[in-house]
Each structure stands twice: as structure tokens, then as C-alpha cells.
T-cell receptor, first 117, second 114 residues
Framework: AQSVTQLGSHVSVSEGALVLLRCNYS??????LFWYVQYPNQGLQLLLK??????LVKGINGFEAEFKKSETSFHLTKPSAHMSDAAEYFC?????FGSGNTGKLIFGQGTTLQVKP | EPEVTQTPSHQVTQMGQEVILRCVPISNHLYFYWYRQILGQKVEFLVSFYNNEISEKSEIFDDQFSVERPDGSNFTLKIRSTKLEDSAMYFC????????????FGPGTRLTVT
């Protein structure tokens, strides 16, 4: 069965430092991949998505992610962390179901990003 | 900017009671979803809905659960007889009929079963 794994449930960086949040998926057929962010008491907001076009995907708020099929990875990065980036980040995959894709999302367990001044 | 809305934001109910969670998806979207997140756990898919029928459901979505789109705007999740383990945050999501599969999420309803 399709699964998504996020390495590290909690990541702490200093303001201005590189942010790297790791995500790996398991599938023989590369799924569509997404990163969502959740701020306290809010819903999930899409940061970026990979849908088999460019392997380097740019999203909102300066985030980007690179799809690497050979590593089955879709890691999220940001060159310089801001205090406002502190949130919960979820990697998700939309696998193919039978001959199609209903669009359901399978989520990783989430990574809490802490940004220290 | 259009957004998905959910009501209520918090629902407290007693075990065995029926609850209905309501969602208003974005108006031109055609695919609708329910997910749940038990405290401290990952977000889990429950059900997808398209063209007035369920297109896929998870193992969690048993006979106690049902979904309905009673009119052109609302999308509801009903739990017939709630259990303590149904306590969770329930998210509604919707997407347009395009190839991007981007889903827009509501803020969630926190369901507490006592």
C-alpha cells in the first residue's frame, strides 16, 4: 500500500538558517506529491505540488521541493527561515487507484518546524 | 478568495449519539473529500465523493459513516452512533476537475465524544 514517511517529527532551526524537511514515498508508480502547511487552529494550506512536470517545484513563501524518483523523495527546502515559518508541515501523495486517481491524499505524519530567534 | 468552510468548529457529543458535520466546498469544485486527524496522529483519508456518489472510501469509513450532498452547496458527514475513538479533527476538502489534484481544505471541526 502507498505510504508517505516524513523523517523527523520535530525540526528546529535558527532564523535565517536553511530549512530541510524530508519526505519519502513508497510506490512503484510515482504519485502526485504535495506539501501542506498548517498554522495553529487553521486548516491545511497548499505550499506546492508535483504533478509530473518539472522536478524542481517552487511554492509559496519561498519554499521549494525537488522530486527525485531514484530516491523516492520529495524534500522541502527554504534557504532562509523566518519566524513566521513556524508551523506543522505535511507531505502528501495522491496515488493512482486502479486505472484512475480519485485524488485522495495519503499523508505523512507531519513535521513541526520550530524557528529560533 | 474562495474558501472551504466547515461548521461547527467544535462539537461535543455523548457516545452513541448521531452527529452531522457540515462543509461548504468551493462553488465550482466537483470532487469532495473528508479526512480526519486523531490528536497526535497523521491526517487520514475517509472518503471521496464525485458525481453524487462515493468514488473511494477507506477502511475507517464503515457503516457508521455516511456522506451526502443534499443541495448544490453543502457536503455533510454523518456518524450514526459515535464512539469515543471517533474523537478527532475532521477536515473537508474539495477540488476542481483539473489535472492538478490540488485540494482546498476547510479549517476543520473538532469532534469530542464523551
Amino acid at each position: 500500500a502507498q505510504s508517505v514517511t516524513q523523517l523527523g517529527s520535530h525540526v528546529s532551526v535558527s532564523e535565517g538558517a536553511l530549512v530541510l524537511l524530508r519526505c519519502n514515498y513508497s510506490s512503484s508508480v510515482p504519485p502526485y506529491l504535495f506539501w501542506y502547511v498548517q498554522y495553529p487552529n487553521q486548516g491545511l494550506q497548499l505550499l506546492l505540488k508535483y504533478t509530473s512536470a518539472a522536478t524542481l517545484v517552487k511554492g509559496i513563501n519561498g519554499f521549494e521541493a525537488e522530486f527525485k524518483k531514484s530516491e523516492t523523495s520529495f524534500h522541502l527546502t527554504k534557504p532562509s527561515a523566518h519566524m513566521s515559518d513556524a508551523a506543522e508541515y505535511f507531505c502528501a501523495a495522491s496515488p493512482f487507484f486502479g486505472s484512475g486517481n480519485t485524488g485522495k491524499l495519503i499523508f505523512g505524519q507531519g513535521t513541526t518546524l520550530q524557528v529560533k530567534p | 478568495e474562495p474558501e472551504v468552510t466547515q461548521t461547527p468548529s467544535h462539537q461535543v457529543t455523548q457516545m452513541g449519539q448521531e452527529v452531522i458535520l457540515r462543509c461548504v466546498p468551493i462553488s465550482n469544485h466537483l470532487y469532495f473529500y473528508w479526512y480526519r486527524q486523531i490528536l497526535g496522529q497523521k491526517v487520514e483519508f475517509l472518503v471521496s465523493f464525485y458525481n453524487n456518489e462515493i468514488s473511494e472510501k477507506s477502511e475507517i469509513f464503515d457503516d457508521q459513516f455516511s456522506v451526502e450532498r443534499p443541495d448544490g452547496s453543502n457536503f455533510t458527514l454523518k456518524i450514526r452512533s459515535t464512539k469515543l475513538e471517533d474523537s478527532a479533527m475532521y477536515f473537508c476538502a474539495s477540488r476542481f476537475n483539473d489535472g492538478g489534484y490540488e485540494q482546498y481544505f476547510g479549517p476543520g471541526t473538532r469532534l469530542t465524544v464523551t
